[in-house]
């Protein structure tokens, strides 16, 4: 008698010996999530199924313009399946022919177990790395705070009055970043740093405008842009 198929990842898997094949792969004998969003299950009780946390799985799909429904027999926990069929009976005789040899006995409680150490060791991880990303933003966040917090109240109002951007090009601009304090008219010609003459601006427009006044800054970069 043909072994009935299992399921790796969609894909039929004749016998127990690709499973375990793929298993020693460290492949995952399941059905594929998208899949598993489909499923409606229902427990199974008795027999071959008593004690395990095996369920009836259903999926309605279209083929050749036909509506379709395909069964299997999965475990709850894993989504390991050992029967699949068109028909509810078939897919759970598949699985007795499945559960119900030596072989089945032995094999699927260790594929089980298996799958869900694996499960329980990404999720083991996963949990670190979320709580590491967590923490960095934690950090980030009391840094950013450290340095908004020693910005000289004088910067910070100028910063402020421009809006947070630069007074030129209107970029946005960090309080804590490193835009410049811009004389409109400049110091050189005998431009005052009070606060009608101070404003934000990015480096590049700074470096860009040296010792013209905004005036004379604006219009050229308007001319530039027309
Ligand atoms: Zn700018």
Redesign the pocket.
């Known amino acids: 008698m043909m072994p009935s198929p299992l399921y790796l990842d969609g894909v039929r898997i004749e016998s127990f010996d690709e499973a375990v094949r793929a298993l020693r792969l460290r492949e995952v004998v399941e059905i594929s999530a998208p899949l598993v969003a489909r499923l409606r299950l229902k427990p199974i009780f008795g027999g071959v199924f008593a004690g395990g946390s095996w369920r009836l799985a259903s999926t309605h799909r279209v083929h050749d313009g036909l509506d379709r429904v395909d069964f299997f027999v999965v475990d709850a926990e894993t989504r390991f399946i050992v029967g699949y069929g068109t028909t509810k009976a078939e897919a759970l005789s598949a699985a007795r022919r499945m559960l119900d040899t030596p072989v089945g006995r032995a094999l699927i409680p260790m594929f089980i177990a298996r799958l869900r150490h694996e499960r329980h060791e990404a999720q083991v991880a996963e949990n670190r790395r979320r709580e590491a990303e967590i923490a960095e933003a934690r950090e980030r966040a009391r840094s950013r705070m450290k340095a908004v917090g020693s910005i000289p109240r004088r910067r910070r109002a100028i910063f402020e009055r421009s809006g947070g951007r630069?007074h030129?090009?209107a970029?946005e601009l960090q309080l804590e970043g490193r835009w410049h304090i811009e004389h409109k008219v400049p110091r050189a010609l005998g431009g005052r740093s009070v606060d009608d003459n101070l404003v934000a601006?990015?480096a590049?427009?700074n470096l860009k405008k040296r010792d013209q006044t905004d005036h004379e800054f604006q219009a050229r970069q308007d001319g530039d842009r027309t």
Do not use: I, S
């Open positions: 630069c030129y090009c970029c601006a990015c590049p427009c």
